[in-house]
């Protein structure tokens, strides 16, 4: 047997440790050698009867909570075991660890909170943040997905509690793109919160202030960048939920220096536009052809606008001519160019000259679009008027709701099938359950950046980017299109099915990883079979052996 793990751990340190702990499947050459003996029941387990238990407890579960904290409490007791569960059961587990019930866990993680997990800085730290990378357990970290906690999900400033996010987006990373567990670190920056509930929350666990901005919180941010990088200099930074404030200034202050990404702003934008690639296969037309209005006009908004606007480019439009079939309303109506406060620029390239509509429905109505996405975290806000009068607009009208957590989503899957008379192309942020409209079962899938991520994430660490180029969002859209199939289609499926996620990644992953080395930014040998070499990379969910048997 090969592969045998070496650790010093011995006896009930090696049960506390989630990375190296068997539990019940210690053999008993492992514990006789590695003194476990007497500190396990009697008989071996198999690797099969730990799934089975585990998935047995949470099943008596009804609350998914619940079963986000009994699952919570196996990825801190054994890793493999959790990420065999997950891996197994993803469309039954990913709704738990990912969106919708992290944003229930965000919202009560003070109170739910058993085991710490990750890096936490705040801005107490400042001057000593390099001590606090130092305390860091992992030997290497390849990924790191960070946030400040002010946007998570469509829930707002959630401040520390937040850290439920970057923990579940890398439990994503690892269950869906093979990414080393020991190799993933999730960081929460505190800089306080806003949120006066919070605040006046006696379990709340986080620093007790209105939240610091500005200089001294660029200079914070900027003081983690440079210690983690000092300490794992190909580290790859995933920006997470931060606040559109501060979304695109680190984007543009880190994008061209670290290998980064903000996942709200360009991970989403690659997922968008796949789904809109797939509606244009069902629809037989082309995305230049389309006019697109968004309800929101934040990060993700913004991201899939310019997305969009690329590959509309690539089809032979000018960019003025794509800017020109993308419109943006957002809390202040329709984006124009009339507005007195100053528009960002990422709104600015999309704002029309004038405002015609001051709803939502009217600007449907007056702008008559082909899609509208919905990524503004008004739950309910396409409704049945808007639905009806794109379905009156358009044969099939394109419906993205993709606000999170559910309670957030425009719409649901069975409104958006319903009021455009089965009729529409739908897809959404957080999950919903298959519709029957008039005799036909539509299968809703996900708009959700964690299509992409994984695989975009695996691609810049398995090549050691220096950087990570806007371009391969694209590129990880167009993998994902054409995975769809025709049956998906069929179903009004504009995604693949989610068992297929450690493929995809695979296949993103490899993509990506090409897109790198092409571009002189990888800081290894391009592998003869890039693919191959990929998969290899991937880490599975197995216990490892400590003992020769
Ligand atoms: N499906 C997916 O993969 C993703 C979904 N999202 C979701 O998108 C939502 C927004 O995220 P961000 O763009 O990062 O937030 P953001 O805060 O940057 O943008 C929110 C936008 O919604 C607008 N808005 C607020 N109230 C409105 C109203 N009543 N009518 C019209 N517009 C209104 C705001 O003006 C702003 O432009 C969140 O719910 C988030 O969960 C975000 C990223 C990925
Ligand atoms: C999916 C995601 O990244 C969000 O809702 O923020
Ligand atoms: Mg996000």
């Given at each position: 047997m090969t592969d045998i793990k070496d650790t010093t751990l011995r006896g009930v340190n090696l049960l506390r440790n989630p990375w190296f702990n068997k539990s019940s499947a210690f053999t008993e050459k492992e514990r006789d050698e590695l003194g476990l003996r007497g500190l396990l029941p009697p008989r071996v387990s198999t690797f099969d009867e730990q799934v089975t238990r585990l998935k047995g407890i949470i099943d008596t579960y009804e609350k998914p909570i619940n079963k986000y904290i009994v699952l919570e409490g196996a990825h801190n007791s054994d890793e493999c075991l959790y990420f065999e569960l997950l891996v197994r059961y993803i469309d039954q587990f990913l709704p738990i660890v990912y969106t919708p019930t992290v944003g229930q866990a965000c919202l009560q993680y003070s109170h739910i909170f058993r085991y710490a997990r990750g890096l936490y800085v705040s801005s107490e730290d400042k001057g000593r943040v390099r001590q606090l990378v130092a305390n860091v357990p992992h030997k290497d970290v390849d990924i790191i997905v960070v946030t400040d906690g002010q946007r998570i999900?469509?829930?707002?400033?959630?401040?520390?509690?937040?850290?439920?996010?970057?923990?579940?987006?890398?439990?994503?990373?690892t269950a869906c793109a093979g990414v080393n567990p020991q190799k993933t670190l999730p960081v929460c920056i505190d800089v306080g919160t806003n949120n006066e509930e919070l605040l006046n929350d006696p379990l709340y666990m986080g620093l007790r202030q209105k939240r610091i901005t500005g200089p001294e919180y660029d200079a914070l941010i900027a003081e983690f960048v440079d210690a983690v990088r000092e300490r794992w200099p190909n580290v790859v930074i995933q920006f997470e939920d931060f606040h559109n404030s501060h979304a695109y200034d680190?984007?543009?202050q880190y994008k061209d220096k670290v290998p980064?990404?903000?996942?709200?702003?360009?991970?989403?934008?690659?997922?968008?536009?796949?789904?809109?690639?797939?509606?244009?296969?069902?629809?037989?037309?082309?995305?230049k052809d389309q006019k697109v209005l968004f309800l929101?006009?934040?990060?993700?908004?913004?991201?899939?606008?310019?997305?969009?606007?690329?590959?509309?480019?690539?089809?032979?439009?000018?960019?003025?001519?794509?800017?020109a079939r993308i419109k943006l309303f957002d809390s202040k109506g329709l984006v124009t160019k009339k507005r007195t406060a100053p528009l960002t620029p990422a709104k600015m390239p999309f704002a029309a000259e004038d405002a015609p509509a001051e709803t939502f429905l009217e600007a449907i109505r007056e702008i008559k679009p082909t899609a509208i996405i919905g990524v503004s975290a008004q739950g309910g806000a396409f409704t049945k008027e808007c639905l009806e009068e794109m379905a009156k607009i358009n044969e099939r009208p394109i419906i993205f709701a993709l606000s999170n957590p559910t309670s957030k989503a425009e719409c649901t899957a069975e409104e958006a099938y319903t009021y455009t008379d089965g009729r529409c192309l739908f897809a959404c942020g957080s999950p919903f359950k298959p519709v029957e409209y008039k005799g036909k079962t539509f299968v809703p899938r996900q708009g959700n950046n964690h299509y992409v991520f994984p695989g975009i994430g695996l691609g810049a660490i398995f090549?050691?980017?220096?950087?990570?180029?806007?371009?391969?969002?694209?590129?990880?859209?167009?993998?994902?299109?054409?995975?769809?199939?025709?049956?998906d289609l069929e179903r009004g499926s504009l995604y693949p099915a989610l068992s297929e996620v450690r493929e995809i990644s695979a296949?993103?992953?490899?993509?990506?990883?090409?897109?790198?080395?092409?571009?002189?930014?990888?800081?290894?040998?391009?592998?003869?079979?890039?693919?191959?070499?990929?998969?290899?990379?991937?880490?599975?969910?197995?216990?490892?052996?400590?003992?020769?048997?």
């Open positions: 999900l469509g829930l707002g400033d959630l401040g520390v509690n937040g850290m439920g996010i970057p923990v579940g987006k890398l439990a994503l990373y680190l984007l543009d980064c990404f903000n996942d709200d702003i360009q991970g989403t934008a690659s997922v968008v536009v796949t789904g809109m690639f797939s509606a244009m296969r069902a629809l037989k037309q082309q995305l929101g006009a934040g990060s993700a908004a913004t991201g899939i606008a310019h997305l969009i606007a690329d590959a509309m480019v690539e089809e032979g439009l000018t960019r003025e001519e794509a800017l090549s050691r980017a220096k950087l990570i180029p806007n371009e391969v969002f694209l590129v990880a859209a167009k993998v994902l299109a054409d995975m769809v199939k025709p049956e296949e993103i992953g490899a993509a990506v990883a090409g897109y790198i080395f092409d571009k002189n930014l990888a800081e290894i040998e391009k592998p003869a079979d890039l693919k191959k070499a990929v998969k290899d990379a991937m880490w599975d969910p197995k216990h490892a052996h400590f003992i020769q048997e």
